[in-house]
């Protein structure tokens, strides 16, 4: 595990540039590559500061953690966060695959979305995880009624519910975002910080999914 600590606008710069080493690296040794993002609001800088990366973009897949069961339209959609911070310019040549269907629920969609899932090109490059302050990363939430089964199943993805969330998600089972050669997480501000060390200071996964993550490698990328 290693931490890296700076202001947002410069750590952002700092994991786009350990993210687009990785790809680098494995580029020099696979036709195509994967990248597994996360959503919601901190990612932004990450997101624009990695499209800027001089990368082969035409080898790269780019798919997500988890998404909410909402149109690409809605301001809360993942895959909309992705296509507006990362697929511009010559980033616009990766390969974008979204974690929704037409289906209208998650439920109704998870075994499509499972298979284009599936026919990416495993082990992913890179996960870079987020976290909630609740300890959720991906839409792994203590308070999902699915959440022992996202974390025990082979399945790639699992639809998701949970009390706290408007939405109901679809998101990377824990075994399929752990098929990574990499894995970072980024996180901002002060209760975050203290959520993590929370987080490693204990083994009760369902209580902080984030402690899915804990034990194998990771780079943490915090700021302020
Ligand atoms: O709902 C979600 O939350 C987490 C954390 O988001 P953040 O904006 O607080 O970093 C995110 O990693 C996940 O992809 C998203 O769906």
Known sequence: MTLEQAPRERLSGQLAEAVAE????????????????????TPVPFLRALADMPLPWSRVEVTLADERWVAESDDDSNARLVREHLLRGEARQARFVPLTSEAATPEQGVAEVAERVSGLAWPASAVVLGMGGDGHTASLFPDSRELDLALSTAEPVVAVRTPSQPQPRISLSADRLHQAYRHFLHITGESKRDVLGKALAGDDTRALPIRAFLASPLGIYWAP
């Open 22 to 41: 990785a790809l680098r690296s494995d580029l020099a040794e696979r036709d195509k590559v994967l990248l597994v993002v996360s959503g919601g609001s």
